[in-house]
């Protein structure tokens, strides 16, 4: 990423189910579709922002969710789609079919299997991956997804992200066409390949899931019409003992925009927002958390650590290091996130 200063921020994030668990048919009790969503607020103190600081924080709306998931027989389908105070956007919104007990076919906008399962984080700010488009990305393609005995496989194939190129209102990062910045970008994302295979064994107190993850592309020019490429590999770790939660990644990644104005960056964009990224570069994260069960729900505290380390000429580019210490508190239809962030 580029050179940035240091940076400190303390944020609450809570979030309060609103509504779930409507059941539309009744022929088998493992089959329906369930409604469900969420409201979000934000308390937010910027230790860089002498507003926030004379202000002593702000609270504001951060967003709501509406959620589908349903099956009836080996048919089913999932859907999330959010609303912001100045924008929204479709999370994933997907069709899926049973082949037999250990094959399943997803079809839509579906999530990317690249690293670890779930999240390489625990916090509401993601980790660095999320910012380089590596992390809880959704594409339109189709998904193979297998599981057996440990074994875990995904294979996928996407056509395009879920937005055109030139919006930047989107849940997850994406290649951007625009200018930021003054230099003008004219890529897109297309024609993508995924293939991720972890496998899961128990021991006492918990389990260990290792894998690696690969990633290919085509980054299209829509202004001289030519074609260059990407790619990104992974190796992965995740391991729960007794409560405790380790989180290991390490991630080479590279964008060869053709035609680029300037070969050690890229334009990309996320949540009404567009920025630059060094082209090449390795991210590495490293997690920790710890979840304590009480009458009430239960308490996770986590610190995540991550840092980028650009692979390109020029004095601009710099580390990136992101460090988010906190803890989630679940009670109820509530899920509380505090955090502090230091970048």
């Known amino acids: 990423m580029m050179k940035i200063?240091?940076?400190?921020?303390?944020?609450?994030?809570?979030?309060?189910?609103?509504?779930?668990?409507?059941?539309?048919?009744?022929?088998?009790?493992?089959?329906?579709?369930?409604?469900?969503?969420?409201?979000?607020?934000?308390?937010?103190?910027?230790?860089?922002?002498?507003?926030?600081?004379?202000?002593?924080?702000?609270?504001?709306?951060?967003?709501?969710?509406?959620?589908?998931?349903?099956?009836?027989?080996?048919?089913?389908?999932a859907a999330e789609y959010r609303f912001t105070s100045d924008t929204n956007y479709i999370k994933y919104g997907y069709g899926f079919y049973d082949l037999d007990p250990n094959w399943q076919l997803q079809f839509g906008i579906n999530k990317v299997p690249f690293g670890n399962a779930e999240f390489i984080s625990n916090s509401f700010w993601f980790g660095l991956p999320y910012y380089l488009g590596f992390e809880d990305d959704h594409d339109i393609g189709i998904k193979a997804v297998y599981e057996n005995d440990g074994w875990h496989t995904d294979l996928a194939f996407y056509k395009n992200p879920e937005y055109g190129s030139s919006e930047n209102k989107r849940y997850a990062t994406d290649i951007y066409t625009g200018t930021i910045n003054g230099t003008e970008y004219s890529n897109e994302e297309t024609n993508q390949i995924n293939v991720r295979q972890t496998y899961t064994f128990e021991h006492n107190g918990g389990s260990t899931t290792i894998g690696g993850s690969a990633q290919f592309g085509q980054i299209y020019n829509n202004k001289?019409?030519?074609?260059?490429?990407?790619?990104?590999?992974?190796?992965?770790?995740?391991?729960?003992?007794?409560?405790?939660?380790?989180?290991?990644?390490?991630?080479?990644?590279?964008?060869?925009?053709?035609?680029?104005?300037?070969?050690?960056?890229?334009?990309?964009?996320?949540?009404?927002?567009?920025?630059?990224?060094?082209?090449?570069?390795?991210?590495?994260?490293?997690?920790?958390?710890?979840?304590?069960?009480?009458?009430?729900?239960?308490?996770?505290?986590?610190?995540?650590?991550?840092?980028?380390?650009?692979?390109?000429?020029?004095?601009?580019?710099d580390n990136s290091i992101q460090n988010v210490t906190g803890c989630a508190v679940s009670a109820g239809q509530t899920y509380t996130m505090i955090d502090f962030i230091m970048g």
């Open 224 to 317: 001289t019409a030519s074609n260059g490429d990407r790619y990104a590999v992974a190796l992965h770790l995740e391991s729960r003992l007794n409560g405790w939660n380790l989180q290991l990644q390490a991630l080479q990644y590279e964008y060869n925009a053709a035609d680029a104005e300037d070969p050690n960056k890229i334009g990309v964009s996320v949540v009404s927002w567009q920025y630059e990224i060094a082209t090449q570069g390795q991210s590495y994260s490293a997690n920790i958390a710890k979840t304590f069960n009480t009458d009430w729900g239960s308490v996770k505290c986590y610190n995540d650590f991550g840092l980028m380390t650009p692979d390109v000429d020029g004095d601009d580019y």
């Open 5 to 77: 200063n240091t940076r400190f921020m303390l944020s609450v994030m809570a979030t309060a189910i609103t509504f779930s668990g409507t059941n539309a048919f009744a022929e088998a009790q493992t089959e329906g579709i369930n409604i469900g969503g969420a409201v979000r607020v934000n308390y937010a103190y910027k230790d860089y922002s002498e507003v926030s600081k004379d202000k002593v924080g702000d609270i504001s709306f951060d967003m709501a969710a509406i959620k589908f998931n349903g099956k009836k027989g080996d048919w089913g389908l």
